[in-house]
């Protein structure tokens, strides 16, 4: 199910849009197809660490208070924004990823064919890396940060 739903998220945005949304895309929708399907399924037996059975109170946890529905679309904007922002600036509609700031072009012969052969650099700022930047920034904008929360290190501590 969770595979199927990736590649079904995947596919059509690597081949239509472009490579830098597929893994996003396939991601949201293989979450949103399992949330729905857990949604009509239950499984029988509920296995924790080590896979060690847990009876069902203790795998459904404290009560969680429901999210209304400006705390949903805060979560989902950020995605949403990626998105938007990457396939209107990265699509092939766009005119920004062709622009060229400098293009440097080395004509050179071949040691192995011996035929002439060209190598070039084209020096693009505006592709795929430059639109994730422009989607953060929109994203700044409706989330509105403290700067201390934008200057403070993220600490990774594993949880196994």
């Given at each position: 199910m969770g595979s199927l739903s990736y590649i079904l998220g995947q596919f059509p945005v690597s081949q239509w849009v472009g490579p830098y949304l597929p893994d996003v895309?396939?991601?949201?929708?293989?979450?949103?197809?399992?949330?729905?399907?857990?949604?009509?399924w239950r499984p029988r037996h509920i296995l924790g660490?080590?896979?060690?059975?847990?009876?069902?109170?203790?795998?459904?946890?404290?009560?969680?208070?429901?999210?209304?529905?400006?705390?949903?679309?805060?979560?989902?904007m950020p995605f949403i924004v990626l998105i938007v922002v990457v396939v209107l600036w990265t699509g092939p509609w766009s005119p920004l990823p062709k622009i060229s700031w400098l293009l440097l072009k080395v004509t050179g012969i071949s040691s192995i064919s011996h035929k002439v052969t060209d190598v070039e650099f084209?020096?693009?700022?505006?592709?795929?890396?430059?639109?994730?930047?422009?989607?953060?920034?929109?994203?700044?904008?409706?989330?509105?940060?403290?700067?201390?929360?934008?200057?403070?290190?993220?600490?990774?501590i594993p949880t196994f």
């Open positions: 895309t396939g991601s949201l929708v293989s979450f949103g197809a399992l949330l729905l399907f857990l949604r009509v660490y080590g896979g060690v059975e847990l009876d069902e109170v203790a795998a459904a946890g404290p009560d969680l208070p429901r999210l209304s529905a400006k705390e949903v679309w805060r979560a989902w084209s020096f693009t700022p505006f592709v795929g890396g430059t639109s994730i930047l422009a989607s953060w920034l929109v994203i700044l904008l409706f989330v509105r940060p403290q700067p201390a929360i934008l200057k403070r290190k993220r600490q990774i």
